[in-house]
Nanobody, 121 residues
Framework: QVQLVESGGGLVQPGGSLRLSCAPS????????MGWYRQAPGKERELVAA???????NYADSVKGRFTISRDNAKNTVYLQMNSLKPEDTAVYYC???????????????WGKGTLVTVSS
């Protein structure tokens, strides 16, 4: 069974920074695209940033220039560096990864349980 384990959430003041990390546990063959989504209270889950295995990244307009997504393929780990945080960035952040469990298996999307980021003074 594959699980995505997130870390790095917490409380930060406006203008501050946080770094989120996510890595899968369990047996797998390869990790394809990885990404971060977020869901604020009363709102739908939205894409924050995603990155392909080759390192091509895309971002939501609301975080461009402030957030940076990166990955370490050797560790199957994805990171989200969040700078210049705003109160509107407050949300539960979810890691997503498309994972092949064996060579011939189709890629399957997995989700982490989420980590809370609160931006408040």
């Amino acid at each position: 069974q594959v699980q995505l384990v997130e870390s790095g959430g917490g409380l930060v003041q406006p203008g501050g920074s946080l770094r989120l990390s996510c890595a899968p546990s369990g047996s797998l063959f390869s990790v394809n695209a990885m990404g971060w989504y977020r869901q604020a209270p009363g709102k739908e889950r939205e894409l924050v940033a995603a990155i392909t295995r080759d390192g091509v990244a895309n971002y939501a307009d609301s975080v461009k220039g402030r957030f940076t997504i990166s990955r370490d393929n050797a560790k199957n780990t994805v990171y989200l560096q969040m700078n210049s945080l705003k109160p509107e960035d407050t949300a539960v952040y979810y890691c997503n990864a498309n994972i092949k469990r064996t060579l011939y298996a189709r890629g399957t999307d997995y989700w982490g349980k989420g980590t809370l980021v609160t931006v408040s003074s």
